[in-house]
Structure formats: structure tokens, C-alpha cells
């Protein structure tokens, strides 16, 4: 388990260094191996890894790539991970008696909004959420890869699947404004992915660290 | 950084390797390695692969010190104390 984690660090350390920097990575990972014939790589990974976050926020190529680990590992996984849990306790065609909480961990008491005319919405609804959550995880794969392209095409599908959603909640009779606080999240997270993608067009290529 | 100068520039023109350098100087690997690839973009250091000493280990990472690290070593010796300099470099 310790050997595990300690080597799961370490491809972490080598992530968070680069390309620019891959042979320290190869060259901490060989030493890896001293360190656990020693018997202690977790303290040797953990350091690694340590220190190369702390050298990374010396540079302006190392602060882009720690800030866009934090966006999608700190912002866009527990999106998805919302997302997922609210469309599981039946957002929005349920309504919760503890509000968001209801949502989220399933607290309360949820009454179900829809009526034997309108219920055929609820599979759509559900596909919808499901979908929108679904779309997080790529994407935030392809934020650390900086695939930008990929990113947008999927932000424009997640704003389109967002659109049909209040459109289908609508025709559904279900109050629109329950739906305002995911869409102000997604738009919020699609500002930051924005401004993330404006920032490392800015960045200087090949910049020497600064340490 | 200074430990670090003293041990590379005691084992001059020898190179060492990381894990040796951490017990020689008491250095945390979080402090090490950043020291090392700093000192090696303005210069100091350089590294060098060695093949493994046993079959089916990966080749390490060693380092020494550049002509100008081995001068920034020597002037620090000047200065002061800079650990046993018994068989380093004149």
C-alpha cells in the first residue's frame, strides 16, 4: 500500500514537472527505488512532490500548470460529482424539503414535481443531468492537457445540454429558478476554464524558472 | 545551498548521486532536488546518467559541479567554513 501511494506520488511529481523537466522526474523515480530498498519512499515521494510544487510557484509555466490541476481536480471533478448525486435523488423533477442538502445527501423528504401527463420528462431529465455530469470528466482531462479545442467544443455541448434542460424542465411545468444555481456554477466554471485558456496563451515559451 | 556545494565540491571531480547526497548532507528530497535543478540552470551542476549497478534497476542521476560551480565552491571557501575539503579539487 505504502509502495503504491509512494509511486503514485511520484507519477504525480513527474505530471506536475513536465516535459521540460522529465528528466528529473526519471531521475527522482530511479532514486524512488533506492528510497524503498531503504525503507522509506512515502517520505521520499511525499518530499519529490513537495518540492517541486514549491519550485513550480517560482515560475509562470509551473503557476499555470498547478492552477489548472486545482480547476479540474478542485473544481470540475466535484461539479461532475454534484451533478451526478443531484440527478441520482431526482434534480429537478424532485423537489427536496432540505433544499440543496436534500440534493446532495439525500436528507429530507423529496416530492416528485411531475404528474402522470408530464412524467415521460423525467428519462430525458435524467439523461440530461447525467450527460452534463458525464461531460466534466473528459473535460477535465483535457484541461490538463490543454487541449482547448476539445474543452470548448464540449463547454458548448454542456451549455446546449443545459439549454435543452430548462427548456424540457419548462414544458414539464417545473419552476425554472430551480435550475439557476447549477447553470450559475457551470457558467462560473466556464469563465474560469476561459480564463485559464486566455492565461497560457499569454505564457512565454520555454520560460527559465525563476527560483 | 551551501551544504549541497560543500559535499559536491569535496567529492570533486566525482559524481554523486541524489539519494547519497540526501544522507551526506541531511537534506529532505524536497529541498534536494530543487536545490539541484536550480543550481543546474544557472550552471553549478551538471548531471549525468549512470548505468545500473544491477540488472533490471533504472539508470540514476548523478551529479557534479561545473567549472563555475567548482570557482562559486572555492570562492565560498575563502569566505569560511566549507566542511573538509581533504582530497577536493585545488
Not at chain 1, 431529465?125 to 490538463?144: C, D, E, K, S
Not at chain 1, 427548456?167 to 457551470?186: E, H, K, Q, R
Not at chain 2, 569535496?10 to 543550481?39: C, D, F, I, V, W
Amino acid at each position: 500500500m505504502t509502495r503504491r501511494l509512494a509511486w503514485t506520488l511520484m507519477a504525480l511529481t513527474a505530471r506536475s514537472l513536465g516535459p521540460r523537466r522529465s528528466d528529473w522526474a526519471r531521475a527522482m523515480a530511479a532514486e524512488l527505488e533506492v528510497a524503498e530498498a531503504q525503507g522509506h519512499p512515502l517520505r521520499f515521494a511525499l518530499g519529490c512532490l513537495f518540492g517541486t510544487w514549491r519550485t513550480m510557484l517560482g515560475d509562470a509555466e509551473g503557476r499555470f500548470t498547478l492552477v489548472a490541476h486545482a480547476l479540474a481536480i478542485g473544481v470540475v471533478l466535484p461539479v461532475a460529482g454534484m451533478l451526478s448525486i443531484a440527478a441520482t435523488f431526482g434534480f429537478p423533477f424532485m423537489a427536496a424539503s432540505d433544499g440543496l442538502a436534500g440534493f446532495l445527501f439525500g436528507s429530507g423528504e423529496r416530492t416528485l414535481l411531475l404528474n402522470v401527463g408530464n412524467m415521460i420528462a423525467a428519462p430525458s431529465l435524467l439523461f440530461l443531468m447525467l450527460l452534463t455530469a458525464g461531460l466534466h470528466l473528459p473535460v477535465a482531462w483535457w484541461i490538463l492537457d490543454r487541449d482547448w479545442d476539445r474543452v470548448g467544443r464540449a463547454s458548448r455541448f454542456g451549455a446546449a445540454a443545459v439549454t435543452t434542460l430548462t427548456i424540457v424542465s419548462g414544458c414539464a411545468a417545473i419552476d425554472p429558478t430551480t435550475l439557476i444555481l447549477p447553470i450559475w456554477v457551470l457558467a462560473a466554471e466556464i469563465a474560469a476554464i476561459f480564463t485559464l485558456a486566455t492565461w497560457q496563451s499569454h505564457l512565454p515559451r520555454h520560460e527559465q524558472p525563476a527560483f | 545551498m551551501r551544504r549541497l556545494l560543500e559535499r559536491l565540491y569535496a567529492h570533486a571531480p566525482a559524481a554523486q548521486h541524489g539519494y547519497e547526497l540526501m544522507k551526506e548532507t541531511g537534506l529532505a528530497s524536497g529541498t534536494l532536488y530543487p536545490l539541484l535543478m536550480r543550481m543546474a540552470d544557472q550552471g553549478l551542476v551538471e548531471a549525468e546518467w549512470h548505468p545500473p549497478a544491477q540488472p533490471g534497476r533504472p539508470p540514476r542521476h548523478a551529479y557534479r559541479l561545473t567549472p563555475s560551480g567548482l570557482a562559486l565552491a572555492r570562492e565560498l571557501a575563502g569566505q569560511g567554513p566549507l566542511g573538509d575539503r581533504e582530497g577536493a579539487p585545488a
